[in-house]
């Protein structure tokens, strides 16, 4: 099941989001390959937090972000009442307008049982196909699910940049 929550965050927590993420001053790092290292296709990150493969091996990663973005896990458990057992990883994505309709390849983000969560910064025309559905990117969206479900982010054309955040967990939803 996809859960899609439209206003997830107070409006000045997404306000301060954007601010930071969309500053001159965030670090992004430019990565080739979307879904793998061969798809020709690129895009820029922000591993936050997590175990990551550096190209050359593996190593865990704590970003100085860590901490103003780590609030996200909060609203998580409250709204969607979900109570998270292990947090694996938190990756900032940022695809740049590129003028071209472009849906990546479809994927999970890891092989174990696991679910994924995307917060969107940013209003665009470039959704994120989860299964079948078509999820739109609008700011201050989050969209969260089962993640052994095959996705991929598609690309935009109206905006400059596309950006979200990428968040993989266990963890389960309590009983009312």
């Given amino acids: 099941m996809v859960h899609i929550v439209d206003n997830f965050l107070p409006p000045s927590l997404h306000q301060r989001f954007q601010n930071m993420m969309l500053g001159a001053e965030f670090p992004w790092y430019f990565v ?52 998270i057992h292990d947090l694996h990883r938190i990756k900032c994505n940022m695809y740049t307008n590129q003028n071209i309709n472009l849906a990546h390849g479809k994927h999970t983000d890891h092989q ?39 996705h991929n982010s598609n690309l935009q054309t109206d905006v400059a940049e596309r950006v979200n955040i990428n968040i993989n967990m266990t963890g389960e939803f309590l009983s009312a």
């Fill in 32 to 83: 080739k390959g979307v879904t793998d290292h061969t798809d020709n296709n690129y895009y820029f990150i922000h591993n936050v937090y997590g175990c990551i493969d550096k190209g050359n091996g593996f190593r865990d990663v704590e970003s100085p972000y860590f901490k103003d973005i780590e609030v996200l896990l909060f609203f998580i458990e409250e709204k969607l009442k979900f109570q």
């Fill in 112 to 150: 174990e049982p696991h679910y994924t969560a995307i917060y969107y910064l940013n209003d665009n025309n470039g959704p994120t196909t989860v299964g079948d559905q078509d999820v739109n990117s609008v700011a201050n969206r989050l969209v969260f699910f089962d993640g052994l479900t095959l």
